[in-house]
């Protein structure tokens, strides 16, 4: 069992390397890097590649480490004890199963996405630390023993806005999925637009690197605006010449708006055309 | 070999421990890189470095360990002759076709450039252009960018990457990661948060179950509800900012800092000063105008405000020490005076300092502050900030 990347996903070696040793040893695979690189994508390809199922845990500011096992409905069970509601009487019917408890009863063992950690309380990923570990919790309420017999392949991404504890980072692997370059880049959009055109692509690809390279931008495009931007391009039907055209109005790209997110980086690039139109 | 490189490790900082190390033996036990050194390379990194800012530790490291290369590393391990990052950056791009190899000479194989290369580093101070020796832009020599010389090695030039004739680890990619250096509005605001300490404080809104539970409990069954304040955030934060003067130049790096902070507090007080603070601060960055007497500030806010100096600290000893020391008017006690006031009444104080560390040492008046500060001057890295903040949460 081993991953050597998808059709529609461009796996770098070092990302293959990465992910077999995650299987291999079945350790939990930290996945970090810029927003917009793939690391969410990475467990949707893995489980098709894989053919497994998908469990996916997303982490919001709220999310207790105690979710992800099991959640005790009390407010239930009190409203049935009042009712007098039979079910009352075994505390199981109360219990919820969390993404973990699924996880680790599925068979055959999933893949568990464990969405943006960074997201959650800092003392999030220290809760979590045996239970990864092990693959087992205790269920206090039926005092039972939720143990995976086949451990789940972890995924966890990041991005980057709490430092995770040491402890916890121990027990990981860990890969920071760079910016793709050029050669790359050609080959994802290859994966996803099989049947572009050789130029616009190489247009395209220029206008998007010399986009990333203007200084000062606040969000830098990254590879799934540049999917986006290409479909529009595509849709629009226009041609390599549009791109390439060196007229002053052309410094900002055509359909900006699908690679540029932020207002100021649009006024930027607004200043920089009326610039280069003085210029001129 | 392998004990050796983890040492390596430890020494250059890349926190790596024990349970790391045997992961590694698992995975190569297991056959996971056999037949390649870049899989290795890659295996291992995914295994012993877990926070990007330590990738360009880890493959400077792995370089050495590995590559035979002469040692960086002096005795205690400590890497000297740093090598500035705008000649590093393309470091190891080596840019020769084999024509061009044969048409000129050239120094002997790769082991002894990179020897060479170690050699004229210690010998050259400065950045240099032109010329046939020493490193720099433009010249014929091996080392240095824009060259000819078919077998140089490319240092800090931005164009035209070769992509099979590079080791991977020598590329240093991940230098931007590093702590020592970048600041932007996001990182402070990760190191700022934390100084976030949740407590409880305010009205209750929040349903408290286990305590509704229990008191229902308690009540025989008659639903009784309980609740609990919300959470917030009760940092509160006296931030004394230097303007003007010698501190133009860092000046954006503070506003920065200035408007992370912005957000991150409740309770987030403000106050300007020039090189150190006096009997006045003022309370916009006109500064002139309205001067705030320093006593109201000691009077007005509680111990239990948290003191944040922001200034490179850089001023003429006599500021510190003598009345009437300041540039700008005449004070009737010297700064230390009014320095001493604002850390007896605020004791959780720390100064940051937009200065490189590395230069302190040269400008008397920091090495002052620093002590009258006992010690807690931090600078404005990311690093910097870390420390400043576990100190001021203590």
């Keep these: 069992m081993s991953f050597q990347g998808t ?93 973990l408890w699924e996880a680790f009863v599925a068979e055959p063992a999933p893949i568990l996405l464990i969405d943006e950690i960074d997201k959650a309380d800092i003392e999030f990923p220290n809760d979590l630390l045996l239970e990864l570990d092990r693959m087992e919790f205790f269920v206090y309420e039926t005092r039972e023993v939720i143990k995976a017999a086949v451990r789940p392949l972890v995924i966890i991404t990041s991005n980057n806005e709490k430092d995770l504890p040491d402890a916890f980072l121990r027990r990981c692997f860990f890969h920071y999925i760079r910016f793709p370059d050029p050669d790359t880049m050609a080959r994802i959009v290859d994966a996803h637009f099989p049947n572009l055109q050789k130029d616009l692509l190489h247009e395209a690809l220029t206008v998007f690197y010399n986009v990333r390279d203007v200084p000062g931008l606040k969000k ?61 | 070999m392998l004990s050796r490189f983890f040492f390596n490790l430890r020494e250059a900082h890349v926190p790596v421990s024990l349970k790391e190390y045997l992961t590694l033996m698992e995975a190569l036990k297991a056959g996971l890189a056999q037949f390649s050194v870049d899989e290795f390379y890659y295996l291992s990194r995914a295994t012993l470095v877990k926070d990007e800012r330590n990738l360009d530790k880890f493959d400077q490291v792995f370089g050495q360990s590995f590559q035979g290369l002469e040692s960086a590393l002096d005795a205690d391990g400590e890497i000297k002759a740093e090598i500035p990052e705008e000649w590093l950056r393309l470091l190891g791009e080596r840019l020769l076709t084999e024509e061009e190899k044969a048409a000129v000479q050239a120094l002997g194989g790769w082991d002894k450039l990179m020897e060479t290369l170690k050699q004229r580093l210690e010998e050259q101070k400065g950045r240099h252009q032109g010329g046939s020796k020493w490193i720099g832009t433009e010249g014929t020599s091996p080392f240095g960018a824009n ?70 409990a308690r009540n025989g069954g ?14 509160k934060v006296l931030l ?155």
Aim: charged residues 25%.
């Design chain 1, 7 to 99: 059709q529609t996903y461009i796996a770098t070696q070092d990302l293959q390397v990465a992910v077999n040793a995650a299987i291999t040893l079945q350790r939990p695979l930290l996945i970090k890097g810029e927003p917009g690189t793939g690391k969410t994508v990475l467990a949707f390809e893995l489980a098709k590649a894989l053919d497994k199922q998908l469990i996916q845990w997303h982490v919001k500011s709220t999310t207790k480490a105690q979710q992800g096992l099991y959640e005790y409905d009390a407010v239930s069970r009190l409203r049935d004890s009042q009712l007098g509601d039979q079910r009352v009487h075994d505390i199981s019917n109360y219990i919820i199963r969390g993404k």
């Design chain 2, 147 to 216: 060259g000819y010389n078919p077998e140089g090695i490319r240092i800090g030039q931005d164009r035209s990457r070769h992509r099979r004739a590079v080791k991977v680890w020598d590329k240093r990619e991940f230098r931007n990661f590093d702590d020592s250096l970048s600041l932007g509005t996001r990182n402070i605001q990760v190191a700022l948060r934390r100084l976030r300490r949740w407590i409880r404080q305010g009205a209750a809104t929040q349903l408290d179950l286990p305590d509704t539970i229990r008191s229902t």
């Design chain 2, 222 to 235: 008659a639903l009784d509800l309980r609740l609990v304040p919300e959470r917030h955030n009760s940092v």
């Design chain 2, 240 to 394: 004394l900012l230097d303007v003007g003067g010698s501190m133009d130049d860092h000046i954006r790096t503070c506003e920065e800092l200035f408007s992370a902070a912005r957000g991150e507090f409740k309770h987030l007080e403000q106050y300007y000063f020039h090189n150190c603070p006096y009997e006045g601060l003022w309370k916009d960055n006109n500064r002139r105008d309205q001067r705030i007497d320093t006593w109201h500030v000691l009077h007005t806010f509680g111990s239990d405000y948290k003191l944040i100096f922001v200034g490179d600290a850089s001023m003429s000893p006599y500021e510190l020490v003598e009345q009437g020391g300041s540039v700008e008017h005449n004070n009737p006690e010297p700064g230390q005076v009014w320095l001493n006031r604002l850390t007896t009444t605020f004791p959780q104080a720390v100064w940051l300092n937009p200065l490189d560390e590395a230069y302190w040492k040269y400008t008397h008046s920091v090495g002052m502050v620093k002590q009258m500060m006992n010690d807690r001057m931090y600078p404005l890295t990311l690093a910097g900030l870390d420390g400043a903040m576990r100190e001021l949460s203590r």
């Design chain 1, 220 to 280: 830098k495009p990254s590879t799934s605006e540049l999917l986006d931007w290409l479909k529009l391009l595509v849709a629009q039907d226009l041609s390599p010449e549009t791109l390439r055209s060196k007229d002053n109005r052309s410094v900002i790209p055509p359909l900006a708006g699908a690679l540029l997110k932020n207002e100021q980086d649009m006024h930027l690039f607004e200043r920089l055309a009326f610039m280069s139109r003085r210029g001129a």
